[in-house]
């Protein structure tokens, strides 16, 4: 465990950038590309890190939350916040597939449909190989999402886990570092939506439906229910940002890289 020097932390121009979550999970991130942030290193207290950054509290909460809920840090009761150390699967960043879904115009619907190829594959390889910790982690990630119905963002962090846990019992470390380049998109785009969600108790459902299967060892089952939870979310997702228009930016699409602030565009045909 490393107590970090706080002079490598730089106060966020409020007046260039904003202080949103996405400037301080931009701000993390970088760091821990270059290298001032490391693996097991644990950060300032929050009230410390809020006040060197120059963001307010829920603001940076918002963003460990985030970055926690797609393996980036890691917080403990008691402890701390920590970078996750790079045990397991390897991370891609997903910054270059921002940048091709940018230039290229990569729709939604492209999207979705790259990560349920990859997650259908993976929920199959789960139910071959998940591990008595495997279903452990998926129960305790399903309690989670019940637990916090009435706290949307609070319930996507426990969705993000356990797609995330579903990948890791699949043992296949290329799918899984695949499966969460796409899905990290996915979750920023949907961060800014999930408030207006009307279907979450559906969703917790749908998510035992795929952990029953696993637990069963049904890979066919597994798949299944992994494609029926994500035509399921991706229609959720639609109809929040239905449900928002009136605040979507100007190109009348809800879909935006949070990195660039470049719209993911909706199919046009």
Request: proline share 3%; net charge neutral.
């Amino acid at each position: 465990m490393t107590d970090l020097n706080s002079d490598i932390f730089k106060t966020i121009n409020s007046e260039r950038n904003g202080t949103s979550s996405e400037e301080v999970i931009s701000q993390l991130r970088e760091m821990i590309h270059s290298g001032e942030l490391r693996p097991g290193d644990r950060l300032p207290p929050e009230r410390d890190l809020a006040k060197l950054l120059g963001v307010s509290r829920p603001t940076l909460r918002a963003a460990i939350r985030s970055l926690a809920a797609v393996g980036v840090l890691q917080s403990r009761q008691g402890a701390g916040t920590f970078v996750v150390k790079s045990e397991g699967s390897p991370s891609l960043d997903s910054s270059p597939l921002r940048l091709m879904a940018s230039l290229h115009g990569f729709t939604s619907e492209e999207m979705f449909e790259a990560r349920q190829s990859l997650e259908m594959a993976i929920a199959g390889l789960a139910a071959e190989r998940a591990t008595s910790d495997h279903l452990a982690t998926l129960s305790e990630e399903i309690a989670g999402m019940y637990a916090s119905l009435d706290d949307p963002e609070q319930f996507l962090v426990h969705d993000m886990r356990f797609h995330q846990a579903v990948a890791a019992a699949s043992g296949n470390r290329i799918l899984t570092s695949l499966m969460n380049m796409v899905a990290t998109i996915l979750f920023d785009v949907r961060r800014k939506t999930v408030s207006r969600a009307k279907d979450l108790k559906e969703s917790a459902e749908m998510h035992r439906h795929v952990y029953r299967a696993i637990r069963e060892r049904s890979a066919e089952a597994a798949r299944n229910a992994m494609r029926d939870h994500l035509m399921r979310a991706q229609k959720a997702q639609e109809s929040e940002e239905a449900n928002g228009s009136e605040n979507a930016n100007s190109n009348g699409s809800g879909w935006q890289d949070t990195k660039t602030n470049t719209p993911l565009r909706k199919n046009q045909g």
